[in-house]
């Protein structure tokens, strides 16, 4: 299998330095790198110019969820911070989207990926909200909403990503979250696949935290990973 650049690492950190500190260590030629949330509040669009600058391509993972007007706003500031991803909440609705592909709609946008129903969701918690579809029907239904508003791709579990697959056109981008290298400890995630498999199964970017950042030598692990799937 050919590898390029499918792995984007979770850059999970609390502070710039353990971030930076990390960074030192890891190639941008050979992944790509995520900011969610809790790094970005803390270190703001700052960091995220001082690791672009480093040559990353960054995926921001902010989830933007709110009226079409301001989801559109937030996405331009994005795109003005030069990231190479960026995500928004499929359950924003069909104006949302729209919308949001509309601010992005020009040569060298960053990817615009949904996410469909966060994996944290079981079924009592999906009928609380008033979804009475089961989560792979309600996955199904927010993934061709994103298609059908010409995003980029989803966010998507492993296990979800085999029906996606067959379901949406083969260049809408399938991110796969719960990435573990065979025999490494699972930590927090309930059911993971390795590398090799989830690409396999149609994943068309892996997102990885702790296997790579919790590692005595990252560089070392990434390439261990990176052979894994070329092999
Ligand atoms: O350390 P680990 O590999 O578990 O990190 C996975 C990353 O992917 C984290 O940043 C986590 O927030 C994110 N994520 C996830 N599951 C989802 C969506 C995102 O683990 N369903």
């Known amino acids: 299998m050919n590898y390029n650049k499918q792995i984007i690492i979770a850059l999970d950190f609390s502070t710039e330095k353990a971030c930076l500190d990390f960074l030192k260590d890891i190639d941008p030629d050979r992944c790509r790198v995520k900011v969610g949330k809790e790094l970005f509040t803390r270190c703001g669009p700052d960091l995220i110019r001082k690791i ?3 040559g990353y391509e960054i995926f921001l993972d902010l989830k933007f969820h709110d009226i079409p007007n301001t989801v559109a706003g ?3 500031a994005a795109a003005d911070l030069g990231v190479w991803m ?4 499929a359950s924003g609705g069909k104006a949302m989207l729209d919308a949001s592909r509309e601010a992005l709609n020009f040569k060298e946008a960053p990817l615009l990926i949904a996410v469909t129903v966060l994996t944290s969701l079981g079924s009592e ?5 008033g979804v009475s579809r089961n989560s792979q029907q309600q996955v199904q239904l927010l993934a061709d909403l994103s298609v059908n508003s010409g995003l980029d791709g989803v966010v998507c579990s492993a296990q979800e990503t085999d029906f996606l ?6 260049e ?3 991110v796969t979250p719960g990435i573990r290298p065979k025999g490494d400890s699972v930590d ?3 059911r993971v696949v390795t590398p090799r498999s989830a690409l396999e199964q149609g994943s068309d970017f892996l997102v990885m935290g702790r296997p790579i950042t919790q590692t005595n030598n990252p560089s070392v692990k990434l390439d261990s990973i990176i052979q894994d799937i070329e092999s």
């Open 125 to 129: 918690d999906l009928t609380e909200i």
């Open 172 to 174: 809408f981008k399938l």
């Open 86 to 89: 960026v995500n928004v909440h």
């Open 52 to 54: 672009s600058a480093e």
């Open 74 to 76: 937030a996405l331009k």
């Open 188 to 190: 927090d995630q309930k």
């Open 165 to 170: 697959r067959s379901q949406c056109p083969i």
